[in-house]
């Protein structure tokens, strides 16, 4: 490898997180599930649009997006319960298009558990496994096993109106773990549980996950979760895909504004470029001046629009004009958030009409030699690699 493709390599990895895996970039690895040009259609209704996406074994995957975006159908349609309109759907090489879901080698957890009320932890662990006609011994076992791995051994004769809410989402693990299928499927899968909860057991499905060698699909439109949890993420728009990729490279490059907008806070500053000096891009735009960011991908061409992504944490705050010519602009604090771990700035710039760009401050110590109030005029400043030039 030459010096220029070491670095093009490097740069590839965004933010402070390197992959020891990554078999999507792999020329040769086998995709597990193979989704090609798939749709379904209600009526006039196209719910997923001629839609590509592979996925490999051992990932966590998730697809992300708003109520309506076609994400839970894709998901459903993998499971056996929804057939496509058209396009085909392979679980490691083999098609599954028309196999109903109990010959399926996946298998689901609701976000509502669907655990039965008058069935013991235990039998309700045991139900699938009796379907298929195990062996009694056999089932035990497989049922130990699995009380085991999600650390409910006491509890396997308690019905689930006996169980708490994040003990009930573990029995629905085991369950849908205990028939061991090549892909597990999560929709919403800790919508139901308090925040302190869902976090922890963000982390246990991480790891359990990790442990197991599994392949999991997970269904979310909240996007800390999928960010957290997930190797790579698929925003999905109106029945399509718009980015897939790892969640810093969604976060810190999104492919267009839909992208940036959706996941996480973000300032959008509209502009035209004025120069392009090696990877060095200018901007102007109305409301915050003269704009610098660093380009590589050699996509800006003078005198055409351009969109630069900024997002909040990357923002500087101050009472007194930086030092720097540019990445700066003079605005009025308008609201304040504090959250604990940081506050969020709102700043209105460029005057009545300006937009209001949000900017974070962590709260590293408990006070603040100048601190900031409403209506307060301040500095904000970024460095030149802080924005990200978008598409529309």
């Known amino acids: 490898m030459n010096q220029r493709t070491a670095r093009k390599a490097a740069r590839r990895s965004v933010g402070s997180v390197r992959r020891i895996s990554a078999p999507w970039a792999e020329p040769d690895a086998k995709a597990l599930v193979e989704f090609r040009s798939v749709t379904k259609s209600y009526g006039d209704v196209t719910a997923v649009d001629g839609l590509s996406l592979s996925i490999y074994p051992g990932e966590f995957f998730a697809l992300l997006g708003p109520s309506g975006c076609g994400k839970t159908t894709l998901m459903r349609m993998l499971a056996g319960f929804e057939e496509p309109t058209g396009g085909t759907i392979l679980l490691d090489g083999v098609e599954i298009t028309g196999t109903p879901p109990h010959r399926r080698p996946t298998n689901m957890m609701f976000q509502s558990y669907a655990l039965f009320p008058h069935m013991s932890v235990w039998d309700n662990i045991a139900f699938g496994l009796k379907q298929e006609g195990m062996a009694r011994a056999a089932i035990a076992s497989r049922v130990e096993e699995m009380l085991a791995l999600v650390r409910l051994e006491g509890l396997a004769r308690r019905r689930p109106d006996q169980l708490s809410g994040g003990q009930r989402q573990r029995v629905a693990l085991a369950r849908s773990l205990a028939k061991r299928p090549k892909v597990l499927l999560l929709d919403e899968p800790l919508g139901a549980l308090d925040r302190k909860l869902r976090e922890a057991t963000q982390f246990e499905l991480m790891d359990l996950q990790a442990d197991l060698g599994l392949t999991f699909l997970m269904v979310t439109h909240d996007q800390d979760e999928a960010m957290i949890m997930a190797d790579r993420i698929a925003v999905m728009d109106h029945g399509r895909i718009v980015q897939v990729a790892p969640a810093e490279e969604?976060?810190?490059?999104?492919?267009?504004?839909?992208?940036?907008?959706?996941?996480?806070?973000?300032?959008?500053?509209?502009?035209?470029?004025?120069?392009?000096?090696?990877?060095?891009?200018?901007?102007?735009?109305?409301?915050?001046?003269?704009?610098?960011?660093?380009?590589?991908?050699?996509?800006?061409?003078?005198?055409?629009?351009?969109?630069?992504?900024?997002?909040?944490?990357?923002?500087?705050?101050?009472?007194?004009?930086?030092?720097?010519?540019?990445?700066?602009?003079?605005?009025?604090?308008?609201?304040?958030?504090?959250?604990?771990?940081?506050?969020?700035?709102?700043?209105?710039?460029?005057?009545?009409?300006?937009?209001?760009?949000?900017?974070?401050?962590?709260?590293r110590t408990r006070r603040m030699e100048r601190p900031f109030a409403w209506d307060d005029m301040v500095w904000l400043w970024w460095d030149v690699e802080a924005g990200v030039l978008i598409d529309p």
């Open 250 to 363: 969604v976060y810190e490059q999104p492919a267009n504004r839909y992208v940036a907008e959706f996941v996480g806070d973000v300032t959008i500053a509209e502009g035209v470029v004025t120069s392009v000096r090696g990877h060095l891009v200018h901007i102007h735009a109305p409301h915050f001046g003269a704009i610098e960011i660093d380009e590589e991908e050699g996509r800006a061409n003078v005198g055409a629009p351009a969109l630069v992504a900024l997002r909040p944490e990357k923002i500087q705050i101050g009472h007194d004009e930086p030092a720097q010519p540019l990445n700066k602009v003079r605005g009025e604090i308008w609201d304040i958030a504090y959250l604990g771990d940081f506050t969020m700035m709102q700043v209105k710039v460029g005057g009545d009409d300006g937009p209001l760009v949000k900017a974070a401050i962590a709260n």
